[in-house]
C-alpha cells in the first residue's frame, strides 16, 4: 500500500473513491429511500447523450455529461409532473435517448471513434486532476445541502403530503435533490463507468439497511463501506490487471453478501438463545 502511494495515479484514484463515496453514499440513500433506484438508472445512462456530444464538439466529456445529465433529470421530473405521464415511461424515454444521442454523435465525430471503455465501465485509476476538482466540488455541494437541510429533506422523503400541508418547499427541493443525484451520478462515472455506476448508488446503501434503519446511519455506514470496497477493488485490480469498476462492483457485491450471511447467522443465533 504504502508503496502504491508513490505513484500520483494511485494517489488521484484513492482521493477519487474518497470523493465519490461521499457523494453516492449520501445520494444514494436519499435514492434508496425515496425508491428512485430506476431514475438513477436512466441518468446515468441519458448522461451518455452528453458524452458523445462532447467528443463530437471536442469539449471535456464529463461537462457534456453533467449538462446532459441534469437535463434529462429536469425532463424526468417535468414529464412525470407536467406531462401527464408514467414515471417508468418518462425514464425510459430519456434513457433510451440519452444512449441514442451518444451513439449518434460519436459515430459522426471525424477520425478514429474514440475509446469509450473508462466511460462505459469506469477506469478510476486514469481520474485526472479536473475530475478529482469536480468530484470534490459536487462533493461539498451535496454533503452541505444534507447536513443544512436534512430535517426537511427528510420530511419530504418520507412524508410528502405531510411536508405539502405545512407549506413545505417540495417542489424546489425535488428539484434540486434530483439535480445532485444527476451530478454526482456524473461525477462518479470515471469510477465505475456508466454501466456500473448504479451499484455506487445501491449496494453499499442495500448492505448498511440489513443493519440499521436510521437514514443518517446508513447514509454514513454507506460512505463507509463504498470507500472501503473502492480501495480494496483498486489494490486488486492493480495487482491482478483487472478492470477496476468491475472490481469494485464486484467486491461491493461481496460485501452484501457478508452481510445477509452475518445477519442470518445473528437471527438463527438468537432464536436458538
Known amino acids: 500500500m504504502i508503496e502504491l502511494l508513490q505513484y500520483d495515479f494511485f494517489t488521484n484514484a484513492l482521493l477519487a473513491a474518497l470523493l465519490a463515496s461521499i457523494s453516492?453514499?449520501?445520494i444514494g440513500s436519499y435514492i434508496v429511500a425515496r425508491r428512485m433506484v430506476f431514475i438513477g438508472g436512466g441518468i446515468t445512462h441519458a448522461s451518455f447523450g452528453g458524452i458523445g456530444i462532447a467528443y463530437f464538439l471536442g469539449i471535456n466529456p464529463m461537462?457534456?455529461?453533467a449538462v446532459f445529465a441534469v437535463l434529462s433529470a429536469m425532463g424526468i421530473n417535468w414529464f412525470t409532473n407536467r406531462g401527464n405521464l408514467r414515471q417508468d415511461s418518462s425514464i425510459a424515454i430519456w434513457w433510451s435517448l440519452g444512449m441514442a444521442v451518444g451513439i449518434i454523435f460519436i459515430a459522426l465525430t471525424p477520425g478514429y471513434?474514440?475509446?469509450?471503455m473508462s466511460f462505459l465501465f469506469g477506469s478510476i485509476l486514469t481520474v485526472s486532476g479536473t475530475d478529482l476538482l469536480f468530484m470534490g466540488v459536487i462533493s461539498t455541494i451535496t454533503a452541505l445541502a444534507f447536513l443544512l437541510f436534512f430535517k426537511t429533506i427528510m420530511i419530504i422523503s418520507f412524508d410528502e403530503e405531510f411536508a405539502k400541508a405545512r407549506n413545505m418547499p417540495v417542489k424546489t427541493f425535488d428539484y434540486l435533490l434530483i439535480i445532485l443525484s444527476a451530478l454526482?451520478?456524473?461525477a462518479s462515472i470515471r469510477v465505475s463507468g456508466v454501466i456500473l455506476v448504479l451499484s455506487l448508488l445501491t449496494l453499499p446503501q442495500a448492505t448498511a439497511n440489513i443493519f440499521t434503519r436510521k437514514f443518517q446511519y446508513i447514509s454514513i455506514a454507506s460512505i463507509i463501506i463504498g470507500f472501503v470496497?473502492?480501495?480494496s477493488g483498486l489494490i486488486t485490480s492493480y495487482y491482478t490487471n483487472l478492470p477496476s469498476g468491475a472490481t469494485i462492483i464486484?467486491?461491493?457485491t461481496l460485501f452484501f453478501a457478508l452481510g445477509k450471511i452475518i445477519a442470518?447467522?445473528?437471527s438463527l443465533f438468537k432464536n436458538k438463545s
Open 24 to 26: 453516492c453514499g449520501i
Open 63 to 65: 461537462f457534456g455529461a
Open 113 to 116: 471513434a474514440p475509446n469509450l
Open 184 to 186: 454526482a451520478i456524473v
Open 229 to 231: 470496497a473502492m480501495l
Open 250 to 252: 464486484l467486491i461491493l
Open 264 to 266: 442470518s447467522l445473528h
